[in-house]
């Protein structure tokens, strides 16, 4: 294996092959002692490297490896996709397995330079040496290395190694590095216990405080180095989690219960601490309190205690734990709104006299927030909830990285053996993952342990895994665009240890260039760069042969330029104003003014170029005599295209490859038809009229021009098998006739019928008299009408007239006052006989 020692560590020239098995401890690595046949390359095993190992291979269990490799893909050939290539840089950057050759007068006369650009075996099979090929490979270099601790001795112990490394990648080729973890037995263990306080915790408040000793103890087993805190929670003091009446706040409990205190958010009790007295007597202090709905302020307890380090009292060195015991679940980003709190939480520690200050004006954080900043400050949070609460927070581990769930018994008597049990599961299980990636780069975890998970991008997964015991990863880091120098960090979950990984890319050529007399290289008038003419100024030229005086180099290059602005279509290089065509694979040359022809990329019929009947001319193909065709594919003939006139196509198209190619609209096999041309009856009525009745009126020459386009026939009885044209001509008269399309577009022949359809004048006197009669009529109908309405009004009022006198009471008193003109007198004689 190549390789050179540096100051700060090893150097590795990760050129060599690395191969990882998917599966756990089985590594072809780097070569060792103890296993010859592990190798370092970070990307994909070389076939012809696989195959110069076959023989040992086959002495040996592992040949089945090599069968594996090729028959899963991990052997794959080299490729090298090449687009615009101009220089040695554009060639390393436009595929990983593309190199340079820099070897004096590689290319031939006309040839263009980026055939220096293909993969080594291509370019060594066309005469390049080896030592003229340009390939940046991947740099690994170790800057610091410390040895994995075995015990915690006070302290700072070495979990993680290497812990510095700088890469230096050409883009697209993987690199393959190996990190190792043992966990320190031994070390300490801060737990910060988070209890609910709510009133459906007061069984569970009593038997904690009973549970002092036992929990100190179950730590002391797990290590010397333990510390415990305590904190409690309820929720926010405002409406609608908390009665706000004042003695509700003062005393949120119910009546009968004595010892209860003040609503509250999040109150810190006890700062970590090794002193099992300071525990218990703290905790015997606290009181059950209350609020109004059932979930908690859980969320905003956990972020306080995550983000104020100073007050928990976290050791740098620890496996920090948060025991959060409740029966609820908890509020989140957003229900705050429910209280009118709209501040979003600003994941800041907002601590005063141990409580939480900001509870009632910010709201609660989102699940993604606090598993961010647990993440970031390395706490393992270990749920103890009832049975009912299980699922919940179950649905919470997912989210939240190294955290777990136990289930609590009625009175949380099984306290301890959960946390226990959590803690087990926390450190049995080793994820590696990554912060600060940068863009355009991955990573990929192969685990290498007794029980490891798959290989993955976004993290490694070791389970099972005992204290003291090691285990490695192989991380490989692939770039796929230059970058500038930067840095990212990899580290286990939960653990203060991180390897710090300072990466850059290798996107430039490093050439050598030889010393050679001027007059033998460039013309005297240039240097020899990475194989090329780099030429002076004033010059240039594939061997700056080109002098351009006082004109401007890019005046020049653009006389080499057409519409699409590439030079000499990328097909030829520009010599003083003009393009010299580069030559094409199968060895013929571009040719044009820009290039822009060649003649090897004609139509094919049969495979064949032109279909072997033609010759390709600038993208065309030219026909010999007696084929046609796009790809000559077809022989001169029009026996296919003949009607039963004898005409092509009806002269409405013309005969190709023995077929009709029809103008727009007509219908093949022989263009008789046109389905969507206009209706021509209306087009042709004026010339129907002049012809067949002999009108003079539209046009005195109409018969000469008409009879370009219609040769007529009056008929008494149609014949052919037309759609009749039924329209009035100039005099008002119905014209029937029938039209037949001939050969050509514009010529028809027509039958006429002598008979037109002419109709009578109208009867001027009787219109005017019906007209008369019929205003007349009209005029009586509407008196008659008026008439009916004045009666039906009278008789209403007669009816109404009549209805009130019936109903007035009339006195038949005599008036005193009146005097009759009549005198009566009396005969006093008369006896009436």
């Not at 191969?19 to 401890?25: A, E, H, R, T």
């Not at 920090?320 to 989140?332: C, K």
């Not at 709209?342 to 939480?356: A, G, R, T």
């Not at 940068?438 to 192969?446: A, F, G, K």
Request: net charge negative.
């Amino acid at each position: 294996m190549e390789g050179q020692e540096s100051v700060l560590g090893k150097e590795v020239l990760s050129e060599e092959l690395s191969l990882s098995l998917p599966w756990s401890g089985s590594v072809l690595g780097q070569n060792t002692q103890s296993d010859p046949y592990r190798w370092t390359h970070p990307s994909q095993p070389k076939c012809g490297a696989l195959v110069e190992i076959r023989q040992e291979m086959n002495r040996r269990w592992v040949f089945p490896l090599f069968l594996l490799l090729a028959g899963t893909g991990l052997c794959q050939e080299e490729v090298c996709s090449k687009s615009v290539i101009n220089s040695c840089n554009d060639c390393i950057q436009s595929g990983p397995y593309c190199v340079w050759c820099a070897q004096l007068n590689f290319t031939k006369a006309g040839e263009q330079e980026a055939a220096r650009c293909d993969t080594a075996a291509q370019l060594k099979s066309r005469g390049c040496r080896g030592e003229n090929i340009i390939s940046p490979r991947n740099w690994v270099h170790i800057n610091q290395e410390d040895p994995l601790s075995t015990s915690f001795k006070q302290q700072e112990p070495v979990q993680l190694s290497p812990q510095k490394i700088s890469l230096e990648l050409r883009p697209g080729l993987p690199s393959t590095f190996t990190v190792s973890f043992r966990r320190v037995q031994g070390y300490p263990v801060d737990l910060y216990y988070l209890m609910d306080l709510s009133y459906s915790m007061k069984d569970d408040l009593e038997n904690v405080k009973r549970l002092g000793q036992s929990l100190f103890a179950a730590l002391k087993n797990i290590t010397a180095h333990a510390q415990i805190g305590f904190g409690a929670f309820v929720d926010k003091t405002v409406l609608p989690y908390t009665n706000t009446n004042p003695d509700k706040l003062r005393r949120p409990c119910d009546d009968d219960y004595q010892q209860c205190q003040a609503a509250f958010g999040y109150r810190h009790v006890l700062s970590l601490t090794d002193k099992e007295e300071d525990f218990r007597s703290t905790v015997n202090r606290q009181f059950i309190s209350g609020n109004l709905d059932s979930p908690e302020g859980s969320l905003d307890a956990m972020m306080q205690a995550a983000v104020c380090g100073d007050k928990i009292g976290w050791r740098k060195s620890s496996t920090r734990l948060i025991v959060l015991t409740t029966d609820a679940g908890f509020h989140m980003a957003g229900d705050g709104k429910l209280a009118g709190i709209l501040e979003p939480n600003d994941e800041q520690c907002y601590m005063d006299n141990n409580v939480y200050s900001r509870s009632t004006s910010m709201d609660y954080p989102s699940v993604g927030q606090l598993a961010r900043q647990l993440e970031k400050h390395n706490i393992q949070p270990i749920f103890a909830v009832t049975q009912n609460m299980e699922p919940v927070y179950k649905q919470l581990t997912k989210m939240i990285p190294k955290s777990e769930v136990g289930v609590l018994s009625s009175d949380s008597n099984n306290v301890v053996q959960l946390i226990e049990n959590g803690y087990r599961r926390l450190s049995s299980k080793v994820t590696l993952t990554h912060d600060n990636l940068p863009d355009n780069v991955r990573l990929v975890y192969t685990p290498i342990c007794a029980n490891a998970g798959p290989v993955a991008e976004s993290e490694g997964v070791c389970e099972n895994v005992r204290v003291g015991e090691k285990i490695s990863f192989n991380v490989t880091v692939t770039a796929f665009s230059c970058l500038e120098k930067q840095s990212f960090t990899i580290r286990p979950r939960g653990i203060k240890d991180t390897l710090t990984v300072e990466l850059s890319t290798s996107c430039q050529c490093q050439c050598e260039d030889v010393s050679i007399p001027s007059p033998t290289i460039c013309n005297g008038k240039g240097k020899v760069h990475c194989g090329m003419c780099s030429c002076n100024d004033g010059f240039v030229g594939q061997f700056c042969e080109c002098a351009i005086g006082e004109k401007d180099e890019s005046s020049l290059r653009q006389l080499c330029r057409r519409e699409n602005g590439i030079e000499c279509e990328g097909r030829g290089d520009c010599e003083c104003g003009r393009c010299r065509c580069h030559t094409t694979e199968s060895g013929s040359s571009y040719h044009g003014d820009y290039c822009q022809c060649d003649d090897e990329h004609c139509e094919k019929f049969q495979n064949k170029l032109c279909g072997g009947n033609g010759k390709c001319i600038c993208g065309k193909c030219e026909c010999f005599p007696g084929y046609e065709g796009s790809a000559c594919q077809c022989k001169v003939s029009q026996d296919g295209c003949r009607t039963v006139n004898n005409s092509v196509c009806f002269g409405r198209g013309t005969c190709q490859c023995n077929r009709c190619q029809c103008k727009e609209g007509y219908q093949r096999p022989h263009c008789q038809d046109c389905l969507g041309c206009p209706n021509q009856c209306q087009n042709k009525l004026s010339c129907i009229e002049c012809l067949g009745f002999e009108s003079k009126s539209a046009d005195q020459n109409c018969t000469a021009e008409c009879l370009k386009t219609i040769s007529p026939n009056m008929v008494d009885h149609f014949t052919l098998p037309r759609k009749d044209c039924r329209l009035k001509d100039s005099k008002g008269c119905w014209v029937t006739f029938r039209l037949e399309q001939l050969v050509g577009e514009d010529y028809y022949y027509a039958e006429i019928l002598n008979q037109r359809d002419c109709p009578e004048p109208p009867n001027i006197i009787a219109i005017i008299g019906g007209s008369v009669a019929a205003v007349a009529l009209i005029g009586i109908l509407l008196l008659m009408v008026v008439k009916l309405l004045i009666y039906m009004k009278d008789l209403k009022e007669y009816r109404k007239f009549e209805k009130e006198r019936a109903k007035s009471d009339w006195t038949k008193a005599s008036n005193p006052l009146y005097t009759s003109a009549t005198t009566r007198v009396e005969n006093p004689t008369f006896t009436g006989e």
